[in-house]
C-alpha cells in the first residue's frame, strides 16, 4: 500500500489487488524540519518563527504535527495527536491568496471540522505580520483559539497556538 496521512481519501491507484480499498493507511514519516522542531524549546522555536517570513498560506491539504515543547514526551504526545486527535488542515483560500478558509482534520477518521478564517494580520508574539487562523466568528466551540503560522521553508510552516491571549502549544504544518 503506498504511504500517505491517515484518512486521506483513498484513490484508485490505492486499491489492492482485487480492486479492495485499504483498510487503514500507513504512518507518514515525519519532515525531517518537524522532527528538529520535536527536540526544540520554546524559546527556541519561537527563534524559528520570528526568522521565517509570512508569506501565503498553504492551498489545500496539509500534514498537521502538535509540538508539546519542554517534556520528553514531545515525540510519543505528537504520534498520540496525529493518530486519535488532530491530523492537519485543509485551505481553501477561494477570497485570493492570503484570504480564504481552513478546516482542521481530526479524529482516527481525519474528519474535516472546526472551520476558521484566514487572512494576513499582525502576530501576537511579537506584531510582525503573520498568517492568521481566526475561530473568533466561525466556531462556538473554539472561538477563542487564534492561530498564526508563517512559512519557514517552501511548503513547512510553524504555527503557534493561543488560547485567548495565553500561549498554548505549537504546531507544524507540511504542504501535502
Known amino acids: 500500500m503506498p504511504e500517505g496521512n491517515i484518512g486521506d481519501r483513498p484513490t484508485q ?4 489487488p482485487g480492486g479492495a480499498l485499504p ?6 514519516p515525519l519532515h525531517p524540519t518537524v522532527a528538529k522542531w520535536l527536540r526544540m524549546s520554546r524559546a527556541q522555536l519561537d527563534d524559528v518563527y520570528r526568522r521565517s517570513t509570512a508569506d501565503n498560506p498553504p492551498h489545500g491539504d496539509t500534514t498537521g504535527t502538535t ?12 504520534a498520540f495527536a496525529r493518530l486519535c486527535a488532530w491530523q ?3 485551505f481553501d483560500l477561494f477570497a485570493g491568496p492570503d484570504k480564504g478558509f481552513v478546516l482542521n482534520k481530526g479524529t ?5 471540522f472546526i472551520v476558521a ?5 499582525p502576530r501576537w508574539l511579537d506584531g510582525a505580520e503573520t498568517i492568521v487562523i481566526d475561530y473568533s466568528s466561525t466556531s462556538f466551540v473554539a472561538r477563542k483559539v487564534r492561530d498564526e503560522i508563517r512559512e519557514v521553508e517552501p511548503g513547512v510552516y510553524l504555527g503557534l497556538v493561543w488560547l485567548g491571549k495565553q500561549r ?5 504544518l507540511v504542504r501535502n
Request: aromatic share 12%.
Open 13 to 16: 491507484r490505492d486499491r489492492a
Open 23 to 28: 483498510t487503514h493507511r500507513e504512518w507518514r
Open 67 to 78: 509540538i508539546v515543547s519542554g517534556t520528553p514526551l514531545t515525540k510519543a504526545l505528537a
Open 88 to 90: 492537519g488542515k485543509v
Open 108 to 112: 482516527p477518521f481525519s474528519w474535516t
Open 117 to 121: 478564517k484566514v487572512y494576513k494580520g
Open 168 to 172: 498554548s502549544i505549537d504546531f507544524a
